[in-house]
């Protein structure tokens, strides 16, 4: 039942590698350069950055009932702090809005 | 406020002498992370469902979540994930998405470097966002457990693949996704995801950056390219407010 892709796996473990570096790569090479504050800046805003660029341009895909649902999601989990309440909250509001409108 | 703080100052933080590697620092961050450990594996059950409509076989998603073990980029790069599998962009993105373990490593330096080479980078694998955050917080109230990392992280790392495990398992039973509102799923994670990157009014150049470019090269190149330019773009934006 083990079912795994030679370039799956390929991938998978590039992934790792790259995830790795980046775990242990802050404990070795930040010992041995100084990073300027602005740079430290830089780094820390790429995640969210990121993450803004992924979810934008998709966002418009969905219309209506995806705008207003991504406001509940965004509203519910600022106030909850759950994941998963969010999660069924927004699919919940684009299910439904998707028959209404 | 006004009196003079020297080395003896209350507040003061202990120097760090020493750092302890035992079974008992292993087993205390094991303990404290759990509820924490808990929450992430709701992230992990959401990886599961996506991972295997992207097309991934529960080995291979189970795989991923234990070998890589980094919520936010396996999220961006199931995104993305098509047959065939556009590897730069995947590999790629995931290196971006996680620069920001460098600082946290950096973060824990002035305590890792007490312990052995081994017991360092061994913990250094199970860095996540959640038990990074505890553990910066017991070293500087005064912790000197060194496998506090380890075992906390050993509690997100159990969660977060059988989570994983349980997800891409029951992903597989759901039929016609789209009429249960699924293909919405991966957005409304990304939503929370940035609640939860928000840094306050200091974070809405570099967004507002960051979506904006992100919106016209969706439009002008191929692929998945538009990740990367608003994401470097944003960050750029962020050095170049920069000040002091």
Redesign the interface.
């Known amino acids: 039942?083990?079912?795994?892709?030679p370039?799956?796996?390929a991938?998978?473990?590039?992934?790792?590698v790259?995830?790795?570096?980046?775990?242990?790569?802050?404990?070795?090479?930040?010992?041995r350069v100084e990073?300027s504050?602005?740079?430290?800046?830089?780094?820390?805003?790429?995640?969210?950055?990121?993450?803004?660029?992924?979810?934008?341009?998709?966002?418009s895909e969905?219309g209506v009932p995806?705008l207003v649902?991504?406001a509940a999601?965004?509203f519910v989990?600022?106030r909850t702090d759950?994941?998963?309440l969010?999660?069924g909250v927004?699919?919940?509001a684009?299910?439904s809005l998707?028959r209404l409108l | 406020m006004s009196q003079k703080r020297n080395d003896h100052a209350p507040d003061a933080p202990e120097p760090i002498e020493s750092m302890s590697f035992s079974s008992a620092g292993l087993r205390a961050g094991f303990v404290r992370c759990t509820p924490i450990a808990l929450g992430v594996a709701g992230y992990g059950f959401v990886f599961g469902v996506l991972a295997d409509r992207a097309g991934l076989s529960a080995a291979e998603a189970t795989l991923m979540s234990a070998t890589v073990l980094a919520g936010a980029a396996q999220l961006v790069a199931i995104e993305i994930w098509t047959e065939p599998i556009p590897i730069l962009a995947v590999v790629g993105t995931t290196l971006v998405v996680n620069l920001r373990y460098l600082l946290m490593g950096a973060a824990l330096r002035p305590w890792f470097r007490h312990l052995s080479p081994i017991q360092a980078y061994a913990s250094a694998f199970f860095t996540a966002d959640e038990n990074w955050a505890l553990t910066i917080g017991e070293l500087r109230s005064g912790g000197r457990q060194g496998a506090f990392l380890l075992g906390s992280g050993l509690a997100i790392w159990t969660f977060w693949v059988l989570a994983t495990l349980l997800g891409v398992t029951v992903g597989g039973s759901i039929e016609r996704p789209a009429r249960f509102g699924l293909d919405f799923v991966l957005t409304a994670v990304f939503l929370v995801l940035v609640t939860e990157l928000w840094e306050g009014r200091s974070s809405l150049p570099a967004w507002t950056v960051a979506a904006v470019v992100a919106v016209l090269t969706a439009r002008l190149l191929p692929g998945y390219w538009y990740v990367l330019c608003g994401g470097l773009s944003g960050s750029l934006l962020q050095a170049a407010w920069y000040d002091g």
């Open positions: 039942m083990v079912d795994l892709d370039t799956v796996v991938v998978v473990l590039a992934m790792s790259a995830t790795y570096a980046t775990k242990a790569g802050g404990l070795w090479l930040l010992g990073l504050g602005r740079t430290e800046a830089a780094l820390d805003a790429l995640p969210g950055a990121v993450v803004i660029s992924l979810l934008v341009p998709t966002l969905f995806g649902s991504a999601v965004l989990a600022r759950s994941v998963l969010a999660l927004g699919m919940v684009v299910i998707r």
